[in-house]
Every structure is written in C-alpha cells, then in structure tokens.
C-alpha cells in the first residue's frame, strides 16, 4: 500500500518552544492531508483538514494560531505546534488522501512537553 | 460526532473467527463504511470498506446488512498479532472530494491464545 512517513515519530521539548511535525506522502500526490491528535487511552481526534495550496480547515475547538498547519506542496504538510505547553503531550497522527480518495495514515508522532 | 457506535471491547480465542459488530443508522446513501484498526502506537491500518455489497480480501470480511444500518467485520482466524482497537466509520468516499474520517471509540479486541 501507499506509504506516509512522519518525522519525527518521537520528539521532546522544553515548555514554551514550538515543534514542527512533518507528514510526506512517499510514492503519491496528497491533495489532502489530515491531523489528528490522540491522548493516551482515547480515539483519535481530528484536529484540521489540510489541502494544498490553501488555509487549512480547523475543526470546532481546535487553535488556528496554536497549532499552524501548512501544505506547501503534494507530498508534504507540516504541523507546527506553537509555544507549547505540558498539556499539548499527545501523539500526533497525519493522514494523505490519493486522487481515487483513498487514505492512508502515518506512523504518528509522540510529543512530550516538559 | 462519530456516527457509528460499537462495543468497547471484546475477545477471541487465536485461531477462531472474530466478528466485531457496529452500528451505523444513520447513515446516508453516499455514504460507505470503512474499518480500520490501530495496533498501540501506532498509525491506524486500512482493512476494507464497502457501500452495500459484502466485501472480501486478503484481511476480512465485510458483511453489511441489507438497510445498511449495521455491519460486521470478520477476521476468519484471529491470531495473537490482530489484537488491536478496530474502528467502524462512515464516510464519503469516491474521488478527491473523500470526506474526512472521524473516528468514534472502536472496539478493543484482544485475541487470547
């Protein structure tokens, strides 16, 4: 199957710094991409909907200027985590959609916040 | 909200089949139903989807009942490695207008040996 690689799959950080979380579609062109973030013991919640070329979508309760999201070409979204804080912990998980609408998810990316 | 609900968890012995059910009543006629599963820390895993016909392949099946309103995911011989939350999800599928995925509690399924 199609392959989504996310960099870096673990990352620690000091209160107060920003992280920027890199989703790549490896052998397709992603026209969308999806973040989702998932706290221990619980589903996955989507946070944005990310198209190329354009502002991404965030869902209800999600901080625009938080967590900035960025599609810059096909094959690549970043995630920006801005100034961020212990309870911003999570594991953070992106997915590429092909052309035909399939989906596809990476592996995740853990972040902890001291 | 996620549209489908289904049993928090359940288990199976290695070797037998598993059939994890759910719940999706409101589903609409463009809509399909997707399985996917998530082994701990990792990425979820695309299993199979359908519309309304019963769907095979080389991992499940795919039972859909005949008002769509629920389905059933069979695993036809468990082993100790399928032990993995597995969600249902309804979605619109087709071309690059896809919809989103939202992904409800799923089902923990621990396979026993």
């Known amino acids: 199957g199609a392959v989504v690689s996310q960099h870096p799959s673990r990352v620690i950080c000091k209160s107060g710094t920003s992280v920027k979380i890199e989703c790549r579609s490896l052998?397709?062109?992603?026209?969308?991409m999806f973040w989702y973030r998932q706290f221990p013991k619980q589903s996955l919640m989507l946070m944005a909907t990310?198209?190329?070329?354009?502002?991404?979508?965030?869902e209800q309760g999600v901080e625009k200027d938080k967590f900035l999201i960025n599609h810059a070409s096909l094959t690549l979204s970043t995630l920006t985590v801005t100034s961020a804080h212990p309870e911003d912990s999570s594991f953070y998980i992106c997915?590429?959609?092909?052309?035909?609408?399939?989906?596809?998810f990476g592996e995740g990316s853990r972040l902890t916040v001291l | 909200d996620a549209k489908t609900t289904q049993p928090p968890s359940m288990d199976c012995a290695e070797g037998r089949a598993a059939n994890l059910p759910c719940n999706h009543s409101?589903?609409?006629?463009?809509?399909?139903v997707y399985w996917y599963r998530q082994i701990h820390s990792q990425g979820p895993q695309y299993i199979i989807h359908?519309?309304?016909n019963n769907e095979t392949n080389e991992m499940a099946s795919l039972i859909i009942t005949e008002d769509r309103k629920s389905s059933t995911l069979i695993l036809p011989h468990a082993t100790l490695r399928d032990t993995a939350v597995y969600y249902c999800?309804?979605?619109?599928?087709?071309?690059?207008?896809?919809?989103?995925?939202?992904f409800g509690q799923g089902t923990e399924l621990s396979v026993k040996p």
């Open positions: 997915s590429a959609q092909t052309y035909t609408g399939e989906l596809f």
């Open positions: 052998d397709f062109q992603a026209t969308t």
């Open positions: 990310s198209n190329e070329g354009s502002k991404a979508t965030y």
């Open positions: 409101t589903i609409s006629g463009n809509e399909y």
């Open positions: 359908g519309l309304k």
């Open positions: 999800i309804v979605r619109v599928a087709g071309g690059n207008q896809g919809g989103k995925l939202i």
